[in-house]
């Protein structure tokens, strides 16, 4: 039996820590952009990569295992419902938006891909990514709400 959560949903301990560290991950990303907006840049790409790799740790300890064990299999004949369809589609843009993240770590914080395979809109790329991440975070709270929520039954 998994530990009992605090937010007062019958979730897990585990589902809701994740929940309020996503929204302060998410939080502390818009208050990265607000240093690069200053001209802090160091200071900026410490906080973003310090969020991805953070990330990279929650994914690895808790949304994939939970994905693999709830989600995948019950897949092929569960599609439909939007118990399973919502999980899906956050995993899908949620690998995406890391995925991203890292390529623009990467591009911004190192010299190891060769010019072909860099961006030069820095602006655009990483705009893009924060939009992406708080769409992700937002279907990530549509999950919650389903599987936890008072309707949470699959
Ligand atoms: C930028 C990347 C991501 C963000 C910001 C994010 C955010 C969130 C948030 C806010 C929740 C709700 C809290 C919870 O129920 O635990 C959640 C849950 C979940 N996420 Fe993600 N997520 C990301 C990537 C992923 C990926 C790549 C996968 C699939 C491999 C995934 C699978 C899940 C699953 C299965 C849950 C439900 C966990 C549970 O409650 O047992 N997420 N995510």
């Known amino acids: 039996m ?19 560290a996503q ?7 818009v208050a990265g952009a607000l240093l690069a907006r200053r001209k ?5 790409g410490i906080c973003q990569a310090t969020v991805l790799l953070l990330n990279v740790v929650m994914i690895g300890w808790l ?4 994905f693999q064990q709830q989600v995948l299999p019950p897949l092929p004949e569960h ?10 589609i956050h995993a899908m843009l949620g690998g995406a938006a890391e ?25 655009l790329w990483m705009r893009v990514e924060l939009v992406l991440w708080w769409a992700v975070i937002f279907t990530g709270i549509g999950v919650y709400l389903l599987w936890y929520g008072s309707t949470g039954l699959p």
């Open 99 to 123: 995925l991203l993240g890292l390529y623009i770590a990467v591009v911004a914080g190192t010299n190891l891909l060769p010019q072909r395979l860099r961006f030069q809109r820095w602006k």
């Open 63 to 66: 949304m994939w295992p939970s």
């Open 2 to 20: 998994p530990a009992q959560g605090f937010l007062g949903t019958g979730a897990s301990f585990r589902a809701d820590m994740n929940l309020v």
């Open 40 to 44: 802090l840049f160091t200071a900026h």
């Open 23 to 29: 929204v302060l991950m998410g939080v502390t990303l």
């Open 79 to 88: 599609l439909g419902e939007r118990y399973y369809a919502v999980a899906v």
